[in-house]
């Protein structure tokens, strides 16, 4: 969708979810690569997981007029 001038993109599961600080702790990169790809973009990225009830991306991006 489209919101004050940016696109938003929302992905979400409804798996168990997953432990945030253990997955940005383990040594994977799948998170940090994710957040660097945004900011590369200028992008705004918003990682949720409440236990037991999925996962949700939510992504940013700004766009030109």
Same mark, same amino acid.
């Given at each position: 969708?489209?919101?004050?001038?940016?696109?938003?993109?929302?992905?979400?599961?409804? *798996?168990?979810?997953?432990?945030? &600080?253990?997955?940005?702790?383990? *040594? &994977?990169?799948?998170?940090?690569?994710?957040?660097? +790809?945004?900011? /590369?973009? /200028?992008?705004?990225?918003?990682?949720?997981?409440?236990? &037991?009830?999925?996962?949700?991306? +939510?992504? +940013?991006?700004?766009? &030109?007029?």
């Amino acid at each position: 969708g489209r919101e004050n001038g940016a696109t938003l993109l929302a992905i979400q599961d409804d *798996g168990v979810g997953l432990d945030l &600080g253990a997955a940005q702790s383990s *040594g &994977g990169q799948g998170l940090h690569n994710m957040q660097e +790809r945004a900011k /590369g973009l /200028g992008a705004e990225i918003e990682i949720s997981s409440p236990e &037991g009830q999925g996962a949700l991306v +939510r992504l +940013r991006i700004p766009v &030109g007029d």
